[in-house]
């Protein structure tokens, strides 16, 4: 018995571990439009909507990839939809490589986010449903700390190669999930959730609106959509900004590491807190401190050591936010419907996504200042809070899902 209980925990840790390299690859690629801009802008001389549609880009994927790859991750199982969803965004960005002028680069960028899209909310999935019941939140936490890690990564990318080398950032994003999907083969255990209820029939994907479900649902994509606006706003146009404000560029993408590294260590720390007594205090004090960290931001002096100082811990909030989003999205919806669930909740933000990187767009092709676009935020900011503490409250106290 003791073997066996031993053989299912290390399957679980294998299974976890899979999945953190695999966001942490999410995270180079999702970050890599933002850092390689710089390279981009003098090779191509785009416009601000042309930026704006380049960011933009990877969402519109991103959508479909979420639906799609939700919907047959509860058909076909978790494992083999995020390792054909790993497999597909390697390659596509490895492509991105190759364009030649803006329209290819934002096509490249579109192919990339359907196999982005189809493995992020399937990794959370798989994760969730391979943990102890004390352990959900901590483990999807962890696993979504990944995502800023690795954006940390393609930040770093860009620090020690030159602008004009901007290719590169994509090479890595390609190459190193290519790398890890025959790993995931081998070692990648398949949800056990998911092979209970093997042959079951299967709810329509209207089910996550149905019996009860549909207020924490609601709730769940509102805050995907506002929190993924503001996310995309600041992971797209920060370094851009802060160039604009007087910081020279490697500065810019050193506090863009700061960015990154705060989320990433926000999401462990939230790991901890999650499962304890701290959790509510800890969404609250999140929630609290986003405003108020884009307002200082907004005022700032032009010094890069108290900008990097602020965006770190900005980077901590907004991570933050997002990571309680992740653990609480698979407890929404019970096994059969969870893929779906999720993926919808995260393709829902995606939308968010889309239209983030667009509004920074007009916003600066309307004059707006670097100070302005990030207090043009909070109102954004404010209201995403309402529907996430409703959200925390109702999910703490209604318990609607579970792991089976």
Request: hydrophobic share 55%; charged share 10%.
């Amino acid at each position: 018995m003791r073997s066996a209980q031993g053989d299912r925990r290390g399957a679980a840790a294998l299974t976890i571990i899979c999945c953190v390299l695999a966001v942490f690859c999410e995270g180079i690629d999702l970050q890599a439009a933002g850092v390689a801009v710089g390279g981009i802008g003098p090779e191509f001389k785009p416009s601000s909507g042309q930026l704006g549609d380049f960011f933009s880009a990877s969402t519109v994927g991103l959508f479909i990839g979420a639906l799609v790859g939700g919907r047959l991750s509860d058909a076909i199982g978790r494992k083999r939809v995020v390792i054909g969803s790993i497999v597909l965004f390697g390659l596509f960005s490895l492509l991105t490589a190759l364009a030649w002028d803006m329209r290819s680069l934002s096509w490249a960028r579109a192919l990339t986010g359907l196999g982005l899209g189809g493995a992020l909310p399937n990794l959370i999935s798989l994760v969730n449903e391979s943990s102890t019941a004390n352990r959900r939140s901590a483990n999807v936490a962890l696993t979504y700390s990944g995502a800023p890690f690795g954006g940390a990564a393609a930040s770093l990318v860009s620090l020690v190669i030159a602008p004009a080398q901007w290719r590169w950032i994509f090479i890595a994003g390609g190459v190193v999930p290519l790398l890890l999907a025959p790993i995931m083969v081998a070692m990648l255990r398949e949800s056990p959730a998911f092979e209970r209820s093997r042959g079951a029939q299967r709810p329509r994907v209207f089910a996550i609106l149905m019996q009860g479900r549909a207020l924490t649902t609601l709730l769940l994509w509102s805050s995907f959509f506002l929190g993924l606006l503001t996310l995309y706003v600041l992971l797209n146009w920060l370094p851009t900004l802060l160039v604009g404000n007087g910081m020279s560029k490697p500065q810019a993408a050193a506090a863009q590491i700061a960015f990154n590294v705060g989320g990433g260590i926000a999401a462990l720390l939230m790991a901890q807190v999650l499962e304890g007594r701290l959790r509510g205090a800890s969404i609250v004090a999140t929630f609290l401190a986003l405003p108020a960290l884009i307002v200082l931001l907004g005022h700032a002096p032009a010094q890069p050591g108290v900008t990097a100082m602020i965006v770190f811990a900005l980077g901590g909030a907004v991570l933050a936010a997002q990571t309680f989003l992740y653990t609480v999205a698979p407890a929404c919806c019970p096994t059969s419907i969870r893929g779906i669930g999720v993926g919808a909740a995260v393709a829902v933000g995606r939308i968010g996504s889309i239209a983030g990187p667009k509004l920074g767009g007009v916003l600066r092709a309307a004059g707006h200042s670097y100070s302005q676009l990030l207090l043009d935020l909070m109102p954004i900011v404010m209201i995403g809070s309402v529907p996430a503490l409703a959200l925390a409250w109702y999910t703490r106290c209604a318990a609607p899902g579970d792991g089976s």
